[in-house]
């Protein structure tokens, strides 16, 4: 329904768009999702498991109001505005239309003294203090115009005749800005920060990349989940979404509303629809009922902010007179309604209750998008505070510890408006000190900052509520929304082993999807007992789901890539020992895919095996890769086949259709299907060069009894018609394929478990040597092991590993990338397809995402973790880009990278240097990794040996 008020009429007569065929009304200037919601339409898509979904957040967070618009697919409807003709449509198109242009050569660079990413309260006025004080400014926000959620105006369907003091304090604002000379980008999304002067957004569809003198971050919050059952039907939605509606755009998702949760912004929310004519059937407010302590609170309320106190006291005025119920100490239990919501269960203190309404707002409080700060390596402190949410440390002017970068406002620490205003002034004359003479110090701005902490110490002793309780969240409720994971799906995981978020979220899929875990990481950080930051889950670029061929740039091939530092296999420092010694028949250190197959193999084969991995079993490249299952040779990885067929690069042509068998193998024991499809791998060529090196591939292939075929270019279109035009032909083999690797981990984790290895995770090996017929290692965290062999299925570590040992091998470490786009309305692509003169292998998974991978390289930082570079994200999607078309309707969801090995050729077998050590070290470790733990354990076994020329002794 539209909201009435005698002083805010439309601006414009309505126009006419359609949603899925039928005619909507609508006004100019409002978003989609107001047009809808005014019309009733409250089911804006469907998940992958025909559950229906509208608008939840309605701020761009949580990409549940997804819609096609004329053809583009996957827009949010909560911040595309409407255009006369507009052509909405819930379904994705199987062919959607391009997002973006086509990418130019290279970003477009702008330089600035300040770049404050966030047009926000804090954004606002660090901007302003810095133009004023001089320096040039530069502010992206991802809406049309700047205010954020607290300040946000009146959409530009209506128009208003007498704002209240909130809409005049964000029109001042904007005016001040405008004067200071502040230039503005809105519609940018920042989808990476590489370093401080590197900060890559899209402005107006085209990727530019930003390189600041000083950096300000002012990203906002974002309500944090409030994870009950029902809490994904269309109609619930947060209360900043429903008061985006309201008050911007004077509209309401139905007659007659219920608001549930704790927070002064619910109230505000009931008084603007009760003056808008909706019918507000009850405010449930988590808070006990104020007693004596409470009453105190809010005389040191009034005392600090006297207009504040007073629009709280005129809050509950205006509920009283409109017959409003206000039920203290009430808590959400269920939203419930066939399709759509229908009603709320509550707790209350006199006993559950029921309350029906057509729309439900819930509000539990906020959690900071620290994104950007955390890729950027700010330091971050964990708040035990409700759900519980990262917040970034910062000084009283914002500053980080880095020094040149400054986070402000909710987007760091939560603290409402007046907090982001003071602090946001401070950090912007602070930036500008930096940079220009003279720049004052500002008095009263800190005074404000002090009376404003104040005053929200004291509101939220008056809100206070009790600590939040994870263990109520029933095992049927949906907590991950994008993915549909629910608690009981994450606590399996868990019990499972996978102890960390990083874990539960390869195992489950939770936090994977367009939200990127804004609406379910700090509840399964709650649920796997994360305390600090490292235990949340790593910021990835792009930082939001942006178009694959707006980011899609060309970038030189190498035919090497760079080497990295893994760091070492242990830490420094060791604790000291515990007495505790474990023995077991084999040792394999490295709980990797190669690491797991080889203590599957052993432990099936009746030996007692312990595998110790320095994290957690699989969390390196194991689940970094793009789960490619080869069998052909790679245009790289593999170079050294050129040396021929005896190389040990060609060799491995041998093995690779056995481990693939193994796969199918473990799959089938396992009673999961993993994945699994070998429907064939092509190779591309562009040129004549490149298909005569393609045929003598071929050529060599075959001598392996590896099936692989020249395709020409009718051939070749006529089998795979979604390719690019203009390729010369291609190889074909038929037996290469994919699989799931996260699915796989897990699989492998529990066969190898079952059969009786023991895994133990976070147990570093500082200390290793052979003591007579046995060897003697000591972990960094006091533990000794006794073992008869030793397996070094390392991966990147692994020539420390041999160093320790006396027995060096030739390996190096290298960071790769792998990107997945969202899923695409249907199937583009059946094949695993690669380049033979570029860096790419591109496919699509079981749930329509395309995963694009290649080698192409990232790095270590300061604390030896991998990340992804600017310039390889761009290259690898230009190069996917130019080979599948269709990427051109798709957005890239996330780029990951892992830390992978480089090496002449596979390392596997027994080591003569010391009886009883064996390596088990080769690329393409995912394929291999079946067939190198069985050849390993035969070693072992003493029923043969790995191929000569995968030994180690050959260097």
């Not at 606002?124 to 992206?140: D, F, K, Q």
């Not at 107006?204 to 989940?225: D, K, Q, S, T, W």
């Not at 549909?484 to 996978?498: F, M, P, Q, S």
């Not at 093995?655 to 068998?661: A, D, L, M, N, V």
Request: charged share 20%; hydrophobic share 45%; proline share 7%.
């Amino acid at each position: 329904m539209r909201l009435t008020h005698p002083d805010i009429p439309p601006a414009a007569e309505a126009v006419g768009i359609t949603f899925d065929g039928r005619p909507i009304p609508a006004l100019p200037g409002e978003t989609v999702a107001a047009a809808l919601s005014a019309a009733g339409e409250m089911v804006l898509r469907y998940t992958a498991s025909g559950a229906p979904r509208g608008l939840h957040c309605g701020m761009g967070a949580c990409f549940d109001c997804l819609v096609t618009i004329d053809g583009r697919a996957n827009q949010r409807a909560c911040l595309a505005k409407v255009e006369p003709g507009m052509r909405v449509e819930r379904a994705a198109p199987e062919r959607p239309a391009p997002l973006a242009p086509v990418a130019e050569h290279q970003a477009e660079q702008r330089g600035c003294d300040l770049l404050v990413v966030g047009a926000g309260p804090a954004g606002l006025a660090a901007a302003i203090a810095a133009a004023e004080a001089g320096a040039s400014v530069i502010a992206l926000d991802e809406r049309d115009a700047p205010g954020g959620q607290y300040l946000k105006p009146l959409a530009k369907s209506h128009r208003h005749a007498a704002p209240d003091r909130q809409f005049r304090q964000g029109d001042a604002l904007r005016d001040r800005a405008k004067a200071a000379g502040v230039t503005f980008h809105f519609g940018a999304t920042v989808w990476g920060g590489f370093s401080d002067n590197e900060v890559a957004a899209l402005v107006e569809g085209r990727n530019v990349l930003f390189r600041p003198r000083r950096l300000v971050i002012a990203a906002g919050a974002h309500e944090r989940p409030v994870p009950i059952p029902g809490w994904t039907l269309p109609g619930v939605m947060t209360t900043g979404c429903l008061q985006t509606l309201a008050r911007a755009n004077r509209v309401s998702p139905g007659e007659r509303v219920v608001i549930a949760g704790n927070g002064p912004l619910n109230l505000q929310l009931a008084c603007e629809l009760v003056e808008g004519r909706v019918k507000v059937a009850a405010v449930l407010e988590a808070a006990p009922k104020p007693g004596f302590c409470a009453w105190r609170q809010a005389l040191r309320l009034a005392a600090k902010a006297p207009d504040l106190a007073w629009d709280g006291a005129r809050y509950l005025a205006t509920l009283k007179r409109a017959g409003v119920p206000l039920i203290w100490g009430a808590t959400p239990v269920a939203a419930e309604g066939e399709g759509r919501f229908a009603r709320l269960r509550a707790a209350t203190p006199g006993g559950e209750i029921t309350i029906e309404a057509d729309a439900l707002a819930l509000n539990l409080g906020f959690q900071p998008e620290t994104g950007l700060a955390r890729a950027l390596g700010c330091a971050h402190r964990f708040t035990d505070s409700g759900l519980g949410r990262l917040e970034t440390v910062t000084d009283d002017d914002g500053r980080t510890s880095l020094p040149t970068v400054f986070a402000i406002g909710d987007g760091a620490q939560i603290g409402g408006s007046r907090i982001a205003l003071s602090r946001g002034r401070l950090a912007g004359l602070a930036a500008a000190r930096d940079l220009l003479p003279d720049v004052p110090e500002d008095t009263a701005s800190r005074r404000a900052l002090a009376r404003a902490v104040d005053f929200q110490d004291a509101l939220w002793r008056f809100f206070a509520v009790p600590a939040f309780d994870v263990t109520a969240i029933a095992d049927s409720t949906l907590v991950c929304r994008c993915e549909e994971v629910t608690a009981g799906t994450l606590r399996a995981a868990k019990a499972e082993g996978a102890c960390s978020l990083g874990a539960v979220k390869k195992a489950t899929r939770a936090g994977m999807g367009r939200c990127q875990g804004r609406m379910c990481g700090a509840t399964v950080a709650r649920l796997v007992g994360a305390s600090e930051e490292a235990g949340f889950a790593a910021p990835r670029a792009p930082l939001k789901p942006v178009p694959a061929i707006a980011l899609a740039m060309e970038k030189p091939e190498w035919s090497e890539g760079p080497s990295a530092d893994p760091g070492p296999t242990a830490p420094a420092t060791r604790k000291p020992p515990t007495g505790e010694t474990l023995s077991c028949d084999v040792l394999v250190v490295g709980g990797g895919a190669l690491g797991l197959s080889t203590a599957l193999a052993c432990a099936r084969d009746g030996l007692d095996v312990l595998v110790v991995e320095r994290a957690e079993p699989g969390q390196g490249a194991t689940t970094a890769n793009a789960g490619s299952l080869h069998v052909q040779l790679h245009a790289y990885d593999s170079a050294g086949a050129a040396e021929g067929p005896e190389s040990a690069a060609a060799q491995v042509l041998a093995i690779g259709p056995e481990s693939i068998r193994l796969w199918r193998a473990i799959a089938a024991d396992s009673g999961e299907h993993l994945g699994i499809r070998t429907e064939g791998g092509i190779m591309l060529a562009e040129t004549a060069e490149q298909m005569r090196a393609l045929t003598d591939k071929v050529a060599m292939e075959r001598q392996f009894g590896v099936a692989s075929d020249m395709l020409g270019p009718n051939e070749l279109y006529a089998m795979a018609p979604y390719l690019a035009p203009g390729f010369a032909g291609a190889a074909f083999c038929p037996d290469e394929g994919q699989m799931d690797p996260l699915r796989g981990l897990s699989v492998l984790m529990r066969a190898a478990t079952r059969a009786g290895a023991r895994l133990r995770a976070s147990t570093a090996i500082a200390a290793i040597e052979r003591d007579g017929t046995d060897f003697t290692a000591d972990t960094a965290d006091g533990l000794r092991i006794r073992a008869g062999h030793v397996v070094n299925a390392t991966g990147p570590w692994a020539a420390q590993l041999g160093a320790m040992l006396g027995a060096p091998i030739p390996v190096k470490a290298a960071v790769q990338q792998v990107m997945a786009t969202e899923a695409a309305g249907g199937e583009i692509m059946r094949h695993l397809v690669l380049h033979s003169g570029r860096h790419l292998s591109v496919k699509q998974g079981d749930a329509g995402h395309l995963v694009i991978g290649g080698a192409w390289p990232g790095v270590t930082d300061s604390a030896g973790r991998p990340r992804n570079l600017r310039a390889s994200i761009e290259g690898n999607l230009y190069v996917a880009r130019t080979v599948l078309p269709a990427l051109a309707g798709l957005h890239v969801i996330r780029a990951w990278t892992g830390v992978n090995v480089q090496l002449p050729g596979p390392i596997i077998g027994a080591d003569a240097r010391v009886p009883g050590l064996h390596h088990a070290v080769t690329f393409n470790g995912w394929t291999l990794g079946p067939v190198v733990g069985q050849l390993v354990a035969d070693g072992i076994r003493g029923r043969g040996a790995a191929p000569r020329v995968f030994s180690p002794n050959r260097f």
